[in-house]
């Protein structure tokens, strides 16, 4: 607008048809038509800057507002609603017929065997859904689509105008336990989850009905306390008949921080207690009691570059489970208590669009007790894994994985060697995931 009636005063020694007074009048009028633009402008930066306000994603530990979008791999939420599909599909080998898979549980941890068709696999696609519903809460879904139906894996609220550093989630949602049970399977560094989580939490992770309380104290480095109140449905550490209502409890922290331009240190303990009922112990039992799953994660990231990047990740759990078994064909019960560790280390180096990846799981560590009316049980060889990982990301929205598995996981002494070959797509908008 300066420049404009810079330009006019320049034209009026070369004007002859307006008087001084005409050139004055047009003058006013510019300048009075300029405030008005500018007061327009101002009111428009206000009501921009109040709906980054309301904005306030989940995903990521630094709860960081945001209004740009993103991919299938990284990204932010927009204020109006956000709509993704990813679709997680498979090709899957063994060494062992399906029938022996679905057998294949981990003696003395869980009956649960692998549940995967040998050939070609539709693990799901998922519908992710994520918008502000007010200046005070934002709505979370997450709807997982398989050849058997839709569920509703996760539904969620979470505030967004609660004091500093305080938030609630409540609904249906992923436990903040441990590193890897928040994350969503295309989200994983590899096609499966390590052998500690399917010993003692299961293949599905802890997703619970119940409610989240959260908060971010003021601090030189970031500190993440939590706590949570969960159904207790979880059918290998809890049980949904284990108890009426609420039956579960869990807290956690999670603290941060930097150490040069390009390193990240990211650990802290979990733990998750309550009642349990549960047929996983033993096939033909039924054990009721209660169980403690102690957690401790670590994770190291160096990120020179965008294109380079190497992290390091680990996580060490303890199982404590006191109660009784009922052998269900006998109708005997027996008192059983069982303490029993286990953990994974996994290394993901980056080059451009490739990344290579190795894992190793293993159980029974430093703690292996499984006492049976104070009997001491054996099971066999300590159970473990070898596994390794190459990828190759098209785009952000694109991700091919070929993976081998070297499981003695059994006990049993045979090997199963696994083979993945996976191919994650997604459409849409995506919140950002988790550091």
Same mark, same amino acid.
């Given at each position: 607008?300066?420049?404009?009636l810079?330009?006019?005063?320049?034209?009026?020694?070369?004007?002859?048809?307006?008087?001084?007074?005409?050139?004055?009048?047009?003058? +006013?009028?510019? &300048?009075?038509?300029?405030?008005?633009?500018?007061?327009?402008?101002?009111?428009?930066?206000?009501?921009?800057? !109040?709906?980054?306000k309301s904005?306030?994603?989940? =995903?990521?530990?630094?709860?960081?507002?945001?209004? $740009?979008?993103?991919?299938?791999? /990284?990204?932010?939420?927009?204020?109006?609603?956000?709509?993704?599909?990813?679709?997680?599909?498979?090709?899957?080998s063994?060494?062992i017929?399906g029938?022996?898979?679905?057998?294949?549980?981990?003696?003395?941890f869980?009956?649960?065997?692998?549940?995967?068709q040998?050939?070609?696999?539709?693990?799901?696609?998922?519908?992710?859904?994520?918008?502000?519903?007010?200046?005070?809460?934002?709505?979370?879904?997450?709807?997982?689509?398989?050849?058997?139906?839709?569920?509703?894996? &996760?539904?969620?609220?979470?505030?967004?105008?609660?004091? =500093?550093?305080?938030?609630?989630?409540?609904?249906?949602? +992923?436990?903040g336990f441990?590193?890897?049970?928040?994350?969503?399977?295309?989200?994983?560094?590899?096609?499966?989850?390590?052998?500690? %989580?399917? $010993?003692f939490?299961?293949? !599905?992770?802890?997703? &619970?009905?119940?409610?989240?309380?959260?908060?971010?104290?003021?601090?030189?480095?970031?500190?993440?306390?939590?706590? =949570?109140?969960?159904?207790? !449905?979880? &059918? $290998?550490?809890?049980?949904?008949?284990? +108890?009426?209502?609420?039956?579960?409890?869990?807290?956690?922290?999670?603290?941060s921080?930097?150490f040069?331009?390009?390193?990240?240190?990211?650990?802290?303990?979990?733990?998750?207690?309550?009642?349990?009922?549960?047929?996983?112990?033993?096939?033909?039992?039924?054990?009721?009691?209660?169980?403690?799953?102690?957690?401790i994660?670590?994770?190291?990231?160096?990120?020179?570059? +965008?294109?380079?990047?190497?992290?390091?990740?680990?996580?060490?759990?303890?199982?404590?489970?006191k109660?009784?078994?009922?052998?269900?064909?006998l109708?005997?019960?027996?008192?059983?208590?069982?303490?029993?560790?286990?953990?994974?280390?996994q290394?993901? %180096?980056?080059? !451009?669009?490739?990344?290579?990846?190795?894992?190793?799981?293993?159980?029974?560590?430093?703690?292996?007790?499984y006492?049976?009316?104070?009997?001491?049980q054996?099971?066999?060889?300590?159970?473990?894994?070898?596994?390794?990982?190459? =990828?190759?990301?098209?785009?952000?929205?694109?991700?091919?994985?070929?993976?081998?598995?070297?499981?003695?996981?059994?006990?049993? /002494?045979?090997?199963?060697?696994?083979?993945?070959?996976?191919?994650?797509? /997604?459409?849409?908008?995506?919140?950002?995931?988790?550091?």
């Open positions: 607008m300066r420049i404009f810079c330009l006019l005063f320049l034209l009026i020694p070369f004007s002859k048809s307006f008087g001084s007074d005409d050139i004055e009048q047009r003058v +006013k009028t510019l &300048e009075d038509f300029s405030k008005t633009q500018q007061k327009t402008i101002e009111e428009q930066q206000g009501v921009i800057d !109040e709906l980054k904005q306030r994603p989940d =995903e990521g530990y630094g709860r960081q507002k945001t209004t $740009a979008a993103g991919g299938l791999f /990284g990204g932010s939420a927009l204020s109006n609603p956000n709509i993704s599909l990813v679709v997680n599909s498979f090709f899957y063994s060494n017929s029938a022996e898979l679905l057998n294949r549980g981990i003696p003395g869980t009956t649960a065997g692998i549940d995967r040998k050939g070609f696999n539709l693990d799901s696609a998922e519908l992710f859904i994520f918008a502000p519903v007010d200046p005070y809460f934002n709505l979370y879904a997450n709807i997982p689509v398989t050849e058997n139906g839709a569920t509703v894996e &996760e539904a969620y609220f979470i505030t967004s105008s609660l004091p =500093e550093g305080l938030q609630i989630k409540g609904g249906k949602f +992923k436990s441990g590193r890897i049970n928040s994350q969503h399977p295309h989200a994983w560094d590899f096609a499966d989850l390590p052998i500690v %989580y399917r $010993a939490i299961g293949g !599905e992770g802890v997703t &619970e009905k119940g409610i989240q309380l959260t908060y971010l104290p003021q601090l030189p480095v970031y500190m993440q306390l939590g706590v =949570e109140a969960l159904q207790g !449905e979880n &059918e $290998a550490l809890f049980g949904p008949d284990a +108890k009426s209502g609420p039956h579960a409890y869990g807290v956690f922290a999670k603290a921080f930097d040069g331009d390009d390193s990240t240190i990211l650990f802290g303990p979990s733990v998750l207690t309550g009642n349990t009922k549960t047929n996983s112990v033993a096939k033909g039992t039924e054990f009721t009691g209660t169980s403690t799953l102690y957690d994660e670590f994770t190291y990231k160096w990120k020179p570059s +965008k294109v380079r990047s190497f992290i390091l990740q680990s996580e060490y759990m303890l199982r404590d489970q109660g009784d078994l009922l052998n269900t064909a109708s005997a019960v027996a008192p059983l208590k069982r303490s029993q560790d286990g953990a994974y280390i290394g993901i %180096y980056q080059i !451009e669009r490739w990344r290579i990846g190795a894992r190793y799981d293993l159980l029974e560590i430093f703690k292996n007790q006492l049976l009316s104070g009997s001491e054996a099971f066999g060889e300590k159970p473990w894994r070898a596994t390794g990982d190459l =990828e190759f990301n098209l785009t952000e929205f694109s991700r091919i994985r070929l993976q081998y598995n070297y499981d003695r996981s059994a006990s049993d /002494g045979r090997t199963n060697n696994e083979v993945f070959v996976q191919l994650i797509l /997604g459409i849409g908008a995506h919140a950002a995931h988790p550091f």
